[in-house]
Structure formats: structure tokens, C-alpha cells
């Protein structure tokens, strides 16, 4: 089953490879400024088609990318944060502070796809204010 995500004016359209049953909503200053429900998968499992893409890079890390037209927040990559970190911050075992992942994942404003069935997705609250 795929989904399509796409921006207010349809410049940007988002293929999902599979429906999500798993989303983050983010405090962070950036998150919690964007009104994003943030839902992650590989890189390899989202399709983007995009004529007049914008991107936000403010550490290098983390690309929080948005259409050029109508301003919608659409996706975003990063590295794999949740590999090597909890939600509270805290290093997971075998991690050391700091630690920066390899692996990158790609994270999907999910309040871009009409007629998303809210009920099969568990959406959880992360405090990316305090945490990171």
C-alpha cells in the first residue's frame, strides 16, 4: 500500500512506500514552530518529486526541506537520532554522549496526506526542547 503526501499547492508530492503506524510530535524549536506529526522511514522507502524545493539547514545534520511556492514544511533527513539516543536524550547501550549515527532517516509531515486515518497511527509526544 502506498500513500502520497503532497504540500498545499501539489508542487511537492511525497511517495510513501508504506502507511505509518508509528509518529513523533516534537517540542523542539523547530518542530513545535512547524505544527509537523513527524512519521520515519528509510531513505530508500520515500519517493520525492519536487520543481521548486527549499532547504533548511541550521547544524549541517539535520535538513528540514519545504516547497518553494506555498512554504509547506514537507519532510525532513537526518541522521538515525533514534538508533542511538531515548527519547529523553540519554545514550542507548554501546553509545557514547555525542555520538553522531551513521545511518540516516528520513522523517515525513504526516499532516500532508489527506485522509489519513489518525486512529492506526500511535502518535507519541517527544520533548525535543529539553532532550537534545
Not at 538515525?80 to 529523553?88: F, R, V
Not at 553509545?95 to 489519513?116: H, S, Y
Amino acid at each position: 500500500m502506498t500513500l502520497k503526501a503532497t504540500c498545499h499547492c501539489g508542487d511537492t508530492a511525497i511517495t510513501l512506500s508504506r502507511r505509518p503506524e508509528a509518529a513523533k510530535s516534537c517540542n523542539s524549536s523547530f518542530c513545535e514552530r512547524t505544527g509537523a506529526v513527524w512519521a520515519y522511514f528509510g531513505p530508500d522507502e520515500i519517493t520525492v518529486e519536487a520543481t521548486e524545493e527549499r532547504t533548511y539547514a541550521p547544524t549541517g545534520l539535520n535538513r528540514h526541506h519545504f516547497c518553494g511556492r506555498c512554504g509547506m514544511q514537507t519532510w525532513g533527513e537526518s541522521p538515525d537520532w533514534a538508533s542511538a539516543y531515548n527519547n529523553d536524550g540519554t545514550p542507548k547501550p554501546g553509545f557514547q554522549p555525542g555520538t553522531v549515527p551513521e545511518a540516516r532517516i528520513a522523517g515525513v509531515n504526516l499532516r500532508l496526506i489527506d485522509g489519513l486515518d489518525w486512529t492506526t497511527v500511535e502518535v507519541e509526544t517527544v520533548d525535543g526542547r529539553n532532550s537534545w
